[in-house]
């Protein structure tokens, strides 16, 4: 079943979600490859095959090999791969997607604290808030991955 495109029915949702998304791609400390890296595991846990696909295009074009690419949902098997701030982010960003689950614990808090600064951490967060935000758009609406047979 096809289902509508949500850009088009609500430009003012579109608008909002994506003022969030460019705050967190242009106005933070963050690298951009830690960005797509947290794009990316947070789209694997919701499922979200478009946005698998498109943060998967760009960590590449990024310059991350696709052995790294692939093994983001392991990366706790595959940890030598992942800085300490990658798995650190990486973790932090399981633990916020889950939250009905996890309940963000003090653990979780205590270990991303120790790893960034306060701002960057609001930051990083956000970005995790602004990637399941769209992830419920795009798994919802089934927008389709760019990958071709």
């Known amino acids: 079943m096809s289902r509508l495109n949500w850009f088009e029915a609500s430009p003012g949702a579109a608008k909002a979600l994506g003022g969030l998304h460019h705050f967190v791609t242009t106005a933070t400390n963050l690298p951009a490859p830690l960005i797509h890296l947290v794009f990316l595991r947070v789209s694997q846990i919701n499922g979200c095959a478009h946005c698998i696909d498109l943060h998967s295009r760009d960590l590449i074009k990024a310059g991350i090999s696709v052995d790294k690419v692939l093994l983001v ?45 306060e701002k960057d951490l609001v930051d990083l967060t956000a970005a995790i808030a602004a990637m399941n935000a769209f992830n419920r758009m795009g798994v919802s609406f089934r927008l389709k991955p760019a990958a071709k047979t």
């Open 73 to 117: 949902p392991v990366w706790h098997e595959a940890h030598y791969l992942f800085s300490d701030q990658e798995r650190s982010a990486l973790a932090w960003a399981e633990e916020v997607t889950r939250v009905s689950e996890t309940h963000v614990s003090d653990e979780a808090y205590a270990a991303a604290s120790a790893m960034f600064a």
